[in-house]
């Protein structure tokens, strides 16, 4: 336990004279496309012609980074700053020029007048940086554009390093979103002694774009209230009004700064001393006007603590005299002669508050995490493969079997990987993993029996909440670890504009050299679509599909493997890969199992193929139908049709195509994983009709192939929105995407046929109708279709 | 103020009897397939095959079924009954047969033994019932197959129906999601005078389906913290442990309940005469053991009261004799010879639990909101029009437009419709529904300057959470009331999955005879993809319209009016309309107008159509190139490049389509509002190139023309994930949709043109060099572009 000697009083002028230079350089780059340093009097010709930023945050962020800086230093503690209000970009930036960051990453903006003319004219401007703090940023792991993940973030950058700290600041507008209204309960699954720590910093500056916010608007009891169950220790704080001088303001934050990290160091040593009890962590309510120190009033309107200093408090310097005379003597306010030497640098007392090197929190290597990425260690999945002699010859459950390499993947990996899931760890059938780890948790223990796998350190999150395994998820990635995110397919859903962000990020970090490549964000959806048994119709949904294929092909891959061992091999290249967004769709149930290992390998590696086993084909000559499918229920569905074809039209030529990786549909021009035409058409023909079996809403397909020659001849059967709470093979044929219904497609399309494809046909109907009645009859599916295997 | 007496024992027996008999049918669902009142000993036979419900929340939801039964009719108080927690259906169709009005609806499920064994048949089984409180039981508007959402729709209910309770039943996982976790905070946006009241009841049962409960594992004054920093006082009740008699535990609860009611009846009539006090609501937290009456422990290890309850505690009663014994003494346990006739009719001592008629939790209108809809009482449009003399001859901002015709809309309908965004109502340009009523609030007030159009009752609802807005909306809605979402475009994202879920409702009550249609879910998405201008690329993604049209042709609309009238053409369409999702994307920034009100109308109601004014077409003739558009900024460039084309290459014939309705390119077999192929050629050609600038994701143009025979032809040009703070004119630059790519467009694909296209070819890639440049040098588009109008 450490308790600190408070600041002198240099040092709080130190942190004023930052506090008012980082100001004065971010409403520098909100107005200023000139005049820097105000050496001249402000014309009209200075100012930008659109005023694009936020100022109505941005004091309140410089306000804690100065006071973090000193902090740093005191204690040489390791932190990363989460900026969770939107629009901080001006703010981030303004520090990370101050601390000497910015000018190291990108030269041009040197420090001088120069530079900061420079700096001040990019933001928000065309060519120039976005007002978020965006990826562009240094320091940053965390944009602010879609609001609430700033805590989830943070806790996941905070698992697994035990002496980070995470400064996680939340705006009051983003603290009524729901992701973060549940991101609070995170303290439940921090492990105090091998996790590193967050710090909330709730920052009630009491309004949003045309409103109060909610928790600014309610008693400080209940605020507090609120806080203490969320299991924090609330330690308030308000400065800003009533002319206070900044001064007192400084001297009054730093004390309740240094209390609140001994707090957080006492919490820490007791951990150290093997306390197992749950702290109630600190967390900060900053209560500032909005605006902190622009105009009181513009036009006669309130507009410091109010919601019109939102974004430019005023709005018109260009075109209004007054409105000129206003920001210049705003912007003198700060007295930049001041904070600036005459060639334009930073007045050196300033940038010694600055932490050293990489303790900078715009230089730490946890905000850019691809610094600290290692490879996983990676069990040999030959290990873990399923012995399949032949085709259907064995059954398997290829989550199980996965579970088991994901087993070796956490033992091999102790303190670089998580598995993250909204209760569905075990029912995804990947229970193996707890034979080596258990699920983090630090809230209340009962009793063993009903407190199984549960785990003060461990490499498993469970929460019921989308959102926070996303975002945790994210936070520890971004940090340069790795990850799987399992969910219920239908519920992906709940983070799709998670994910739209999460791929931006990446978009945009492929264009920016200083940012290293992180490890991929994977996910596992296996409680798919076509097996909601007992959940029916709401759980239904493949959708997440189309939602993932809108962001740039070159980050997006999604997977189907439709067995054990080709998700064993899908996983092994996932978790090698890097700077992606990998989907994998494959089933948890019991299933017969097609490929050996090795043809598992190659097949992987093609991502889609021919199966020659399962298809009727004459060599040398051209098939007369394409089965393709993909996902684990379609290709069993056209395994199924296959083998009716083979008994009962023995002179149809049919080839079976398997797809993995639904990438390989698009054209070579499209995506990097892309088939040229030529390998498309060999595989595909270019005249024989396609009846394509997939696991998602059929036009994904179209989608994928309309450019290809022989596009009109693909018929995709797929889901169309038709299911509630049935057996496994109502629920395809509801759907039209079972093995008659694809035999009667085929039937329907290949022209050729006698009048023995008719008799079929009405067979195949019959069918049908008997598999229907038994289900509705007995409960379950008909015997012929639960029981049926490949009869290689 | 009222207090009423405790209940006698008689009636607390009647509510123990009740309890007992929702349990036993409870439990009967999810076994048993015949012999429905045990009159012989239980047989394997007797089981389903498949078991597939989930009785762990169910004891607790029929326990709170039958205390409410008793102070609805004590009080008669209006009460609408809310099922958070998922797999509650067993229990909500057990309380339905109990008050009569499952047998009512469903006339095959009679009240006798036949009837309980098709009662008990039906769940969840093929051709049956699904396992949630879904579409197809009768009393609710709440399915909880997602969970999340239980208080957001329990406000949207209680909004405008001052004599409702909504009792909202809340499981401890749901309550670890993001949208539940915000929505605690609604009681803020509640009037206690003009609107209802929503108790919400946390069922603290413990357990999810492998994992303890966040809430239930914290100290009871940290949760009972939570709940006053949410704003409510919180009633603790704990219950069904320790061998508690049944009877002292219905005393308990009763007391408690009559407590509760008693402390909601003094605030009513508080907030009657005249308090503007926010109340502390009550809350109730109700602990129970999981799986509650269930045995103790199955197969030696701890069943009740643990994770292990639920699903089915007991997994194989038809293979396994003991688990058959086990179930048997359950079932018995419930002592049913007690509660049902010889005839197997309910005790009528029990069925006089029920209140009367519509006063039945499942017979309460409120849970059929089309039996109380009516009309909206609209304003004529022509009053709101914008007059537009020529083409582009006037200027305009739609969303201000329509904001207009909303106030009126919201003057004559003041206790049917609201308006619901995230802060954003005013952003979007819709302040003049300020003109007659304010945006309801109910935490605190500080000074008018800064709190304007706070109203403590109002017709506009804004919190920073898209989750409680569309949650709202929905509740509001399925109650049988009117309103519009407006949301930023990227951000309607964060609900995706409720936005599914809605339309999965919408998709099954429109099979279900006895639900009435309900008012159409209205989106209006206007800040859109295309001016973020300050916002950047995280607020850049158009892809909602691809996850809506995953959903049911039948029940989802999207309409890209070009321009205000067209906008109010389109609304005024919306808000007469039943059953429907309709998404509205519609720019809120001034831009030309080009369509006076009576051809508004006219291409509306075509919903697209060729703007002969804008082409170059002679007549009798087929044009060389189509130009189409869909959506304002698409349209206004496509314009601009058919201007570019008159001047340049006059002798081309230029076709211009608009579409508005996007339905309308699918084919009429596929959508109602869909083209057929002769109509659709007749448009489009069947050979001439289209150059189609559309709004959102090139391919979803591309999905819903893939049949059409001209489909080849067509060539989209749309956003392609290329964004970041930039100008207007940026931003379609960078996506190739700008007036000089389209003309560029053009040459590359009429192959009949000279060398004069060749020349005008450079023409325009020099064009968009200079605007580009411009764009970098000056911060603002160039003047050719930003100044350019419809020269007509």
Known sequence: MSTHVGPDNARLRQVDRWWRAANYLSLGQIYLLDNPLLRQPLAPEHIKPRLLGHWGTTPGLNFLYAHLNRVISERHQQALYITGPGHGGPGMVANAYLDGTYSQIYSHITGDEDGLRRLMRQFSFPGGIPSHAAPETPGSIHEGGELGYALSHAYGAAFDNPDLLVAAVIGDGEAETGALATSWHSNKFLNPHTDGVVLPILHLNGY???????????????????????????????????????????????????????????????????????????????????????????????????????????????????????????????????????AGRVAEDITALAPQGPMRMSDTPYANGGLLLRDLVLPDIADHAVDVPDPGATHGAATTTLGEYLREVIRLNPETFRLFGPDEVASNRLQAVYEVTGKQWNAEYLRPEVDDHLARAGRVMEMLSEHQCQGWLEGYLLTGRHGIFTSYEAFVHIVDSMFNQHAKWLETTNQIPWRRPIASLNYLLSSHVWRQDHNGFTHQDPGFLDVVMNKKAELVRVYLPPDANTLLCTYDHCLRSRQLVNVVVAGKQPGPQFLPLEEAQAHCARGLGIWEWAGAEVAGEDPDVVLACAGDVPTLETLAAADLLRQDLPELRVRVVNVVDLMRLQDAAEHPHGLTDREFDQVFTTDAPVIFAFHGYPWLIHRLTYRRTGHPNIHVRGYKEEGTTTTPFDMVMLNDLDRYHLVMDVIDRVTSLGSRAAGLRQQMADARLRARQYTRDHGQDIPEVAEWVWPG
Chains 1, 2 share one sequence.
């Open 208 to 342: 949003k774009i045309a409103n109060p916010t909610v928790l600014a608007r309610i008693p400080e009891e209940e605020l507090t209230a609120l806080l203490r169950g969320y299991g924090h220790t609330p330690y308030v704080f308000t400065g800003g009004f009533d002319d206070e001088d900044p001064v007192s303001t400084h001297e009054r934050f730093a004390a309740l700064l240094d209390e609140v990290l001994d707090h957080i160091a006492r919490i820490k040593s007791e951990a150290e001393a093997g306390s197992t009890e749950r702290p109630a962590w600190p967390a900060i309510v900053l209560r500032t006007p909005k605006g902190w120190t622009c105009p009181a009033t513009v036009d006669g309107k309130v507009t410091e603590d109010s919601w019109r200093s939102h974004q430019v408090p005023i709005s018109a310097p260009r075109d209004n005299p007054e409105h000129l005379e206003l920001l210049q003597d705003w912007l003198h306010s700060y007295r930049p002669e001041d904070l600036f030497d005459d």
